[in-house]
T-cell receptor, first 114, second 112 residues
Framework: EAGVAQSPRYKIIEKRQSVAFWCNPISGHATLYWYQQILGQGPKLLIQFQNNGVVDDSQLPKDRFSAERLKGVDSTLKIQPAKLEDSAVYLC????????????FGSGTRLTVV | AQSVAQPEDQVNVAEGNPLTVKCTYSVSGNPYLFWYVQYPNRGLQFLLKYITGDNLVKGSYGFEAEFNKSQTSFHLKKPSALVSDSALYFCAVGARGFKTIFGAGTRLFVKA
């Protein structure tokens, strides 16, 4: 089966600019996650979707971050405006009802804010 | 509060020797425990998980982990390390009704 697809792989932007990341989960996976991994730290959950509904967005900085999964398949994470501390790898993962704890991660998008 | 700790930033081991990467956790209720590996410029790759059942869990690439409830630990082990095992390893813990959280990671370096 195809894995979790993410694009772009790398992005460099200036602070205060906006950026968007895209994720296409494994076909049939109802649950989709966005994680932020800052260098030297473990991944931190930003938002979890179940189909097109938000399950958990308690750690999403909602003043600047937004995410959507309108049709319950692919998802977009946006940052506007970006800050220097947003520099990180943004990982998307998905899981199915049959294997709810077996996340499959994408390769991530490395964001550098200068 | 839920937490997970990986007390070692780096583990060094010679090829062919056994390796252990440590993980301890704190969670309310029965824990769900995971190990992931991350190679450079790659996403996290699932190695193994403990949800219920046997305390010794076998996973991918010859890795295994033992769930120890009394010590609240879930150490990752391999009997004979390979140079290709060199990577960043993450322990994660979750529980029913709680999101999964990840440790800070342990870098494993296997020397030939």
């Amino acid at each position: 089966e195809a894995g979790v697809a993410q694009s772009p792989r790398y992005k460099i932007i200036e602070k205060r600019q906006s950026v968007a990341f895209w994720c296409n989960p494994i076909s049939g996976h109802a649950t989709l996650y966005w994680y932020q991994q800052i260098l030297g730290q473990g991944p931190k959950l930003l938002i979890q979707f179940q189909n097109n509904g938000v399950v958990d967005d308690s750690q999403l900085p909602k003043d600047r971050f937004s995410a959507e999964r309108l049709k319950g398949v692919d998802s977009t994470l946006k940052i506007q405006p970006a800050k220097l501390e947003d520099s990180a790898v943004y990982l998307c993962a998905s899981s199915s009802r049959r294997t709810p704890y077996g996340y499959t991660f994408g390769s991530g998008t490395r964001l550098t804010v200068v | 509060a839920q937490s997970v700790a990986q007390p070692e930033d780096q583990v060094n081991v010679a090829e062919g020797n056994p390796l252990t990467v440590k993980c301890t956790y704190s969670v309310s209720g029965n824990p769900y425990l995971f190990w992931y590996v991350q190679y450079p410029n790659r996403g996290l790759q699932f190695l193994l998980k403990y949800i219920t059942g046997d305390n010794l869990v076998k996973g991918s690439y010859g890795f295994e982990a033992e769930f120890n409830k009394s010590q609240t630990s879930f150490h990752l082990k391999k009997p004979s390390a390979l140079v290709s095992d060199s990577a960043l390893y993450f322990c994660a813990v979750g529980a029913r009704g709680f999101k999964t959280i990840f440790g800070a990671g342990t870098r494993l370096f296997v020397k030939a």
